[in-house]
């Protein structure tokens, strides 16, 4: 018997993705408890990963990551799988929630004409005061300007790709390769050609990969 | 062919593992590499070297304490329609049920009563009767 194949494999494995999608955000929506822990289960790391990232202080990160959830909860109805995948959606949601408290933030303490920060080096005080290689690598990340931050995050660490940065980013995929060679031509600068005993530590520990 | 130019682009955004860079550009970077060895490995060294630093700057997990609150509120939030629901079918029968009663009230007094006093009627009746018997 004939099979009709209706396109290439990695669109019908998109249209799969997509269609479970589609199903699992319809059993959210429908209060199914285990769709809800489903869901949790999958999109937590990335939501938790980007909070964290994006605010340093812990407890306020787990609060973005819940408040990212109440709205995942409470919009699920009007997610469109046709759109976006579950995770890049509810990531989208985190990142615009943690970019609105940094916005807020710096108007609080600036005022409301404060332009976003700078693209500029992570501050030798930050780097200096954070002592151990790990925590100097860290904190060197987290001076970056949030946007790179981001980009870094999703790319680097969390292993998506330049056009699901994007999409959570709301940018264009060039725009993500700009904010991620900007942010890595910082930490080289920072990283390696002015701290070389940091990255020959860093080497050892990992066991010196070639 | 990928050039010289492209091939550092993306070495100096996506860093050294040629896997993880933008598929539809994996295969001409490969062939870069293999190609302009020379010009290609010095550039992902350099990627490498920070891609190592950047290892250690992993963010930790979420605690599971966070996801089983997370899953909670979101159980709690979807579900809100069966107490609400379960709540006015409450006080829709309750109210039906006060309405119907205070409309029947009346009628349904004469035959309760009678009941009532049937029964004890008969009990009465039948202690008359051994009462007669005793006699």
């Known amino acids: 018997m004939l099979r009709v194949i209706s396109g290439p494999p990695s669109d019908r494995r998109q249209s799969d993705a997509r269609a479970g999608d589609r199903a699992l955000a319809l059993s959210v929506s429908r209060g199914e408890r285990a769709a809800i822990a489903a869901l949790t289960r999958r999109c937590l790391p990335v939501v938790h990963s980007i909070a964290r990232r994006m605010i340093k202080d812990s407890s306020e990160a787990e609060d973005i990551a819940q408040e990212t959830f109440v709205k995942v909860w409470r919009a699920i109805d009007r997610y469109d799988a046709d759109r976006a995948r579950l995770e890049t959606w509810v990531a989208r949601i985190a990142t615009n929630l943690c970019l609105d408290r940094l916005r807020k933030r710096r108007e609080a303490t600036l005022g409301e004409d404060a332009p976003e920060r700078a693209d500029t080096a992570p501050r030798a005080d930050a780097l200096l005061a954070a002592g151990g290689s790990a925590a100097r690598v860290r904190a060197a990340v987290q001076a970056l300007p949030d946007r790179q931050r981001l980009a870094l995050e999703l790319c680097s660490f969390q292993d998506r790709t330049n056009i699901e940065a994007a999409e959570i980013l709301g940018v264009s995929v060039e725009a993500v390769e700009s904010l991620l060679a900007r942010a890595r031509r910082t930490l080289r600068k920072e990283l390696l050609e002015e701290s070389r005993d940091l990255i020959d530590g860093l080497s050892g520990a990992h066991g010196g990969e070639g | ?135």
């Open chain 2, 1 to 135: 062919m990928m050039g010289q130019d492209r091939f550092g682009a993306l070495c100096d955004a996506y860093g050294s593992d040629i896997d993880r860079w933008p598929e539809a550009e994996r295969q001409a970077a490969h062939a870069f590499a293999e190609a302009k060895p020379l010009i290609a490995q010095p550039r992902l060294e350099a990627a490498r070297a920070l891609d190592e630093a950047l290892s250690s700057a992993v963010i930790e997990p979420a605690s599971e304490a966070l996801y089983q609150r997370i899953v909670a509120e979101g159980i709690r939030v979807r579900t809100p329609q069966r107490p609400t629901w379960a709540a006015a079918a409450a006080a829709v029968m309750l109210t039906l049920g006060l309405g119907a009663g205070w409309v029947a009230a009346p009628v349904a007094e004469t035959p309760a009563d009678d009941v009532y006093a049937s029964a004890f009627g008969a009990f009465d009746s039948a202690d008359a009767l051994s009462l007669e018997e005793d006699v």
